[in-house]
C-alpha cells in the first residue's frame, strides 16, 4: 500500500528528494572544496616567496673553525617548534665571508686594477651535487696554504679568472692568499641551494664611475677559516631550513604560523638568531582566508536557506495536492498521529536515501575530510519529516467548508504580526552585532552573524509582502477601465495575493540577493584591483633596468608593437632638505619620480588607462626657480615653500605645486614620494639623468625585441662608464605589463576560493530563484486551472491565459528582483568591514562597485523567471486537462 502511494505522488517525492540530495551536497561539497582551494592558494603562495622570507634560517658570527656547525644541522632542526620539524624539507650549512668586507685583487687584468672588487666567499653544503665543473677541481684547502676558490663562469667571465689564478682578499686586519682551482656551471639555477649564492652566479658589474664589481666564490672549510685568520673578517654560519609547502594546510596554519613566532623569540644556545618572515607571510594569508571564508559563509547561508525554504515550498505543495484525501480520513475519524504516520512511512524510504546520495557525491569532491555531517543529518530529519508536520499541522480543525486563502493578507492573526515584526528586530540587531564584532571564521564559524543576511532579505521580503498589495490595488482600478480581461484578472489576482505569499517571495529575495550580492563584492575587489594595478603598472607595461643610456628611447621606440614611450627615474629612498644650499637640514627619505610628464601622459592615454596626470606637470617648462612637483600628504606635512630632492647625487629643488594620495607609478602602500617633472629640469652636460624605466604603450609588443634592445642599450651605457665593452648587464631588463600584473593579483592569496564564493553565490542564487517563481506557480495551478476553464468557455483564447500568467507573476519577480538586488547591493555597506575585504587589493580601498552588468543580470533574471513560470504552467496544464479542472476537486476525493 505504501509503495503503491509513493508511486501515486512520485513527482513530489522526487521534487523533495532531489532539493534535499542538493542541499546535502552544497553541505558537504563546499567545505571541501573551499579547504581544497585554500591548501592550494597557501602552497602556491608560499612557493613564490623569495628564500629570505619562506625559509627558517639561523646566523651567528663565531670564530669557531667553520666545519663544526655541520653537527647543529639536525640538531637545530630538531629543536625548532612543532609542528616545523615534520614540515622541513630540505636544509643547509654554510659558513660566509661578506662580500662587503672582502677586497680581492690579482695578478692579470682586470683583477690587477679599474673599480674595487669586493668578492664573498661562502662554504656550503649541497653545493657539489648542484654543480657541475667546466674546468679544475673542487676546493681542497690545506691548513696554512692559500685558500682554493671555485667560481662560476658568469664570474670567471666578467673578471676574467682562470684556473691556477693566484688572487688575494683584503680585509680590515690584513690579508689572505687564495687560488681559482675550478670553474663550474650551476645545473638548474632555480635550485633553492643558489639562493645566498646569488652574487656568484649573476655578478653585478658597475654601472656608473666609483660603483665596484660585487661577486662571491665558493671555497671549503678550510678555505674559510684560512681567509678569516688573514682577514680579519667575521665568519657568519648560518643553517637554513626550508619547509616543504606542499605539506602545508589552511587547517594547520594558525599553529604553523605561532611556530615560526616562537621560533624567532627562542634563545638558541650558540647565540644564533632565526631570520625569517614566513609568519608575516602566513598571517596575510590568513587573514584573507578569514576573510574569504566569511563571505563563504554569507553565501552558503543564502543557498542553504534558500534551499530549506524551497524544501518548505515543495511540502506545502504536496501537502495542498493531497488537501483532500487527508481531509477524507479525518473525517472518517483518523488521528493526526494516523496521517503523520501515513505521509512518514511514504518519506522514510525515500528522503534519507536521497540526502545519503547527495552527501557521498560530495565526499568524492576533492578536499580535506572533514568532522561529523551534522547539517547533512539535520538535513536528512527535516526532508522526512517536513511533509508529515505540514499535514498534521494542515488538519488539526475538522472542517468541510475551506477558506479564502488568497485574502489571508486583509486579516494577518497577531501572531503572524509578532512573528514578522520580530524577523524585522532580530535582523537589525544582527546587523549592529555585525558591524562591532565582525565576521571571523578562524574564531568558529557564528550560526547567528553568518545569517544575518539572510535575516535582511527576509525582512524585506516581509515589508514587501504588507506594501505591495497597495500598489497592485490601485494598480487593478486602473486595469478596470483597460479593454480586455487578462490584464485585469492578472492584477486583480496578484492583488489579491495569489501568487504573492510569502514563502516564495522570501526564497526569490534571498535567492537573489545572495547572487547580487556575490556580484558587488566581485565587481568591488574587480576594481581595487585595478586601481592597485594602475598605480603600480600605469600603462600598458613598464620596462624596467638598471641604467639605460640616453638614446635608448629611439631604438627601443621602433619596437614593433610600441606606439609611444616615455622616460622614467625611479628610486627610494633619497634625501630631503629644506635647501641646496644647505643639505645639513634633512627633511627625511621620499621616493622619487622624475617622469617626461607630456610623453607621460600621451603614453597612459595611448594605453587607454584611466589615470590623470596633474596639470602641473604636463605643463611644467625649463626655467628659473625651483620646478613644480607632486607630493604625497606625508611629504607636505614637512615641507616649507620650496626644498630640493637628491636625483643621482645632485639636488633639484622643487615647490610643491599639488598634493596626492597617490600617483600612477609609485606604487601601492607609498607613503611618501615626489614627483617631478623632467622636462623642467636643468639639463647638465656631463651629468644628465639617466633613465631606468620607460612607460611603454602598444598593443601586441614584441617582448623578445624589446628586452634585446634594453639590454644592449644599458651594455652601452656600463661600457661608457668602464671603459670597456660589457657582455653581460648588471640587472637584465624586464617588461611587466597591466595585464600580467593584474593576472597575478587574481592568481595570488586564496583568490580561488574567493571565486567559488562568488560563482557559487551567482549561479546558485539563479537558479533557486528560477525554482522559486516555478514552485509559486505550482502552487496555485489548480485554483489557476479552475479559472482558465471557466474563462475557456467564455472564448478565452490560449495565448490570452498565458498572458493572465505573466500578469499575475509580474509584480511577483520584479518585486522579488528589485528587492533582493536593493539587499544584496546594500548588503557591503550595511557589514562594511565585517568582510574584511580590504584584504584583497591591499593599499587599495574597496570602495562599493555596482556593474551595470549585474543590473543587466537581474533583469534577464525577470525575464528567466518569468519564461520558467510559463513553462510550469504548461506543464501543469497539460496534466491536469483544463476540460476537466472544474471537476478537479472531484477527482482529487
Known sequence: MTARRIRAYAGQAVLLAVLGLVAALLLTAAPRLTGEYADRGLRADVAGLPHLVRDVSLAVERPAPAATGQADLDRYAAELPSPLPNLVDRRWYAASLDEEHLIAVGDAPPMDGGARKMFGLRAQTGVEEAAELTAGRWPGTRPGGPAEVV?????????????????????????????????????????????????????????????PYVVAGVTDWVGVDVVAAGTGVSTVSGWRYRLDERRLESATLESVTAAVAEARRMSWGSGATVQTSLDGALSRFADQLHAVQALLAVVQAGLVASLLGLILLAARLTVLRRRDEFALLRARGAALTAIGSRTLAESAPVQPLAVLVGWFVGTRVPGPEGTFPWPVLVVAVLTTVVVPVLAMHSQRRVGVVGGRADVAWRRPSVRRLTVEAGVLVVAGIGVVLLRRRGLDPGAGVDAYLSSVPVLVAVAAAVVAVRLLPWPLRLAGRLAARARGVSLFLGVARAGRGAPVALGPLAVLIVAVSTGVFGGVVTTAVDAARDRATTLTVPADAWLTGYTFSPDAEHALARTPGVTALARVWVDSNRRLVADAATPSRQLGTARVLVVDAPAFAEVVARSGVDVDVPAALTSAARGDGPVPAVVSPAVADGLGDRAAVDVQSRWYEFRVAGVTDTFPGVGVGTERFVVLPWQALPEYEHTPIIPNRYLVAGDDIDAAHLLEVADEAQRQRQSEVLGVPVTRTQLPASLQTWRAYRGELDRSGANDVLTLAFTAGAAG?????????????????????????????????????????????????????????????????????????????????????????????????????????????????????????????????
Do not use: C
Not at 880 to 890: F, H, N, S, V
Open 151 to 211: 667560481v662560476s663562469t658568469a664570474v670567471a667571465e666578467t673578471l676574467s679568472l682562470r684556473v691556477g689564478q693566484r688572487l688575494s682578499f683584503a680585509g680590515r686586519d690584513g690579508q689572505a692568499g687564495a687560488k681559482v682551482v675550478g670553474v663550474f656551471a650551476p645545473r638548474d639555477v632555480a635550485d633553492p641551494v643558489w639562493d645566498d649564492l646569488g652574487y656568484a652566479l649573476e655578478p653585478v658589474t658597475p654601472a656608473l664611475d666609483g660603483e
Open 765 to 893: 542564487g539563479s537558479a533557486l530563484a528560477v525554482l522559486a517563481v516555478g514552485f509559486a506557480v505550482a502552487a496555485d495551478a489548480g485554483g489557476r486551472g479552475r479559472m482558465l476553464s471557466r474563462l475557456r468557455t467564455l472564448g478565452l483564447s490560449a495565448g490570452r491565459g498565458r498572458r493572465l500568467l505573466v500578469y499575475e507573476l509580474v509584480p511577483l519577480v520584479l518585486v522579488a528582483a528589485v528587492t533582493g538586488a536593493a539587499v544584496g547591493a546594500a548588503l557591503p555597506r550595511i557589514l562594511g568591514s565585517a568582510l574584511g575585504l580590504s584584504a584583497f587589493a591591499p593599499g587599495v580601498p574597496i570602495r562599493e562597485h555596482l556593474d551595470p552588468l549585474v543590473l543587466a543580470s537581474v533583469l534577464g533574471l525577470v525575464v528567466v523567471g518569468l519564461a520558467a513560470g510559463l513553462a510550469v504552467e504548461s506543464l501543469m496544464n497539460r496534466r491536469m486537462r483544463l476540460g476537466d479542472a472544474l471537476r478537479l476537486g472531484e477527482e482529487n476525493s
